[in-house]
């Protein structure tokens, strides 16, 4: 038998969670996998000598705002498939521009540049969502999935409007949903603390979510934390998983003593998941902190507010509250991007203190003149000792999945975006112990795989995508820091997307082997 390619001589985890790592080769034609076991009498186009490391199946990002950048706009583009991930989740938090048009749709894109920077030369079709899918098409490293973006969703039918919908309203809602669960989206992800979000009620949510629970999907929550606070958000969860009966799943927490029992009071109501970054410090526009109704009806409305000098006042008040409550426990926020480029990498808190401003006054002065975002990173606080223990608690826990959040146009960006899949190899496999190899690539590859119906992909076996990673045990590790966040890791050698090599001696090779990958698609 005669392969494109064969991995040789390596050690493999095949993401299944289940099976001990075994020595093997791997054969690879047309893309996919075709034989694992003893080829040494096989031919090949091409051989790799895995000698002494880890063949594993590419890791998949469950959240990550990285959409723009891989197809050639502000950021990064290798960021991800450099450390191992072959796979990207389209519009977290559920961010996305399709089916806008025209006025809509640009104010949409406007109010999330924050994440997503400039497309620059790239012309982005937002017409509809195959419109928008068919962009990706040779024009990606690594894998697409859609979900259905309901930021966009619902603006296409209300606007900014801060109420609930009426039923002719979700009836439009439910079709624009089922218009891209029609495309392959893998399932509805929203984000209740963003605009115009925020102002779904529950009841919203629940229907829409049975709508994608019509095409086996999922629903998938940047959790409504800034409203009614995180154990009433989790309950919500609950409730929406329970009452549309589709698995739900909360981005970017972390096990402690308020999430734990909450995870265990699920296990009797829904079937839910959770993913991490596992850095103790989060990243997102400094907007994000006012209460919510000094941000419902969007953009224009805030502005609106901000002339008030009442509504000042309060704004400054809670932004000075939430800031001093954070750096009464040792966090600190850190200006990531802004319009003017200044006081990058600098700490908020230290720049109020060193012209002798009011907290709060001085952030919400930073929020107009930096107007329409100014994205920080809000270090969480807390002793070592308790930050470590939140570590270990989440990447044990049995219901988590690994996804960066990844940002990738600033400056200055939260290092999770350049090394959150190569830290838990490094960090928390190697040198702490919190979970072995095979637990740790299942929690990258296959359970996200399976937990989001990726078929095809997550797991080294026959027949599947040739999604691979080959990776140094000894040394894998990222290597960005909060003072060199956009560090590339060492330690992976190769990574293949679709049978390409597009990372080779630990360098990417500018190929775009990354294509559209649709729910349920073999």
Request: proline share 5%.
């Amino acid at each position: 038998m005669n392969f494109d390619t064969i991995i040789q001589h390596g050690t493999i985890v095949d993401g299944s969670g289940k099976k001990k790592a075994y020595r093997a080769d791997v054969g690879i034609r047309n893309g996919k996998i075709e034989a694992i076991g003893d080829l040494g009498s096989a031919t090949a186009d091409v051989r790799i000598d895995a000698t002494g490391k880890v063949v594993s199946p590419g890791f998949i990002d469950v959240h990550v705002h990285s959409e723009i950048a891989l197809i050639g706009g502000a950021g990064d583009r290798y960021g991800g498939v450099a450390q191992g991930v072959t796979t990207h989740f389209l519009a977290p938090d559920g961010f996305g521009w399709a089916p806008l048009r025209d006025q809509a749709a640009r104010e949409l894109w406007d109010y999330t540049l924050f994440a997503y920077g400039s497309a620059g030369d790239v012309e982005l079709d937002w017409s509809s969502p195959e419109a928008f899918l068919s962009v990706f098409k040779g024009r990606t490293p690594a894998n697409v999935v859609p979900q259905v973006p309901h930021c966009a969703v619902r603006l296409g039918v209300m606007g900014w409007e801060a109420r609930h919908a009426t039923d002719d309203e979700l009836e439009r809602m439910r079709a624009i949903t089922r218009e891209w669960m029609e495309v392959g989206a893998a399932g509805l992800c929203v984000g209740l603390d963003y605009q115009p979000t925020s102002s779904a009620d529950t009841r919203e949510m629940i229907e829409l979510s049975k709508v994608v629970g019509e095409y086996g999907g999922y629903y998938a929550a940047h959790i409504r934390n800034q409203e009614i606070g995180k154990v009433a958000a989790w309950r919500e969860t609950m409730q929406i998983g329970k009452e549309s009966g589709i698995g739900v799943h909360i981005s970017h927490e972390f096990v402690d003593d308020v999430t734990e029992p909450l995870l265990q009071e699920a296990e009797g109501i829904c079937d839910l998941t959770f993913e991490s970054y596992l850095y103790r410090a989060g990243c997102t526009h400094l907007t994000l902190m006012l209460p919510i109704w000094a941000q419902a009806g969007g953009p224009e409305a805030l502005q609106e507010r901000l002339k008030d000098p009442e509504a000042r006042r309060k704004m400054a008040e809670h932004l000075g509250r939430l800031m001093s409550e954070r750096q009464a426990v040792g966090g600190d926020a850190i200006i990531s991007a802004n319009q003017t480029g200044r006081y990058i990498g600098q700490s908020m808190m230290k720049l109020a203190a060193d012209q002798g401003r009011d907290l709060g006054d001085f952030a919400l002065q930073l929020l107009e003149e930096e107007w329409p975002y100014s994205l920080m990173i809000f270090h969480h606080g807390g002793s070592p000792t308790e930050q470590e223990d939140i570590v270990r608690r989440t990447i044990q826990h049995p219901r988590m999945v690994v996804a960066s959040d990844g940002i990738y146009h600033t400056p200055h960006p939260h290092p999770r975006g350049f090394g959150c899949f190569v830290r838990v190899l490094g960090r928390n496999v190697r040198e702490q112990g919190y979970v072995t190899l095979e637990e740790a690539v299942y929690k990258m590859s296959g359970f996200p795989a399976e937990r989001f119906g990726v078929t095809d992909r997550g797991r080294l076996e026959a027949g599947l995508a040739a999604d691979v990673v080959v990776f140094d045990p000894e040394t894998v590790s990222d290597q960005a820091t909060w003072e060199r966040p956009a560090e590339p890791p060492v330690g992976v050698d190769l990574v293949m997307v679709n049978g390409e090599i597009a990372v080779e001696a630990g360098k990417p090779t500018g190929r775009l082997p990354g294509r559209v990958v649709r729910r349920g698609e073999k």
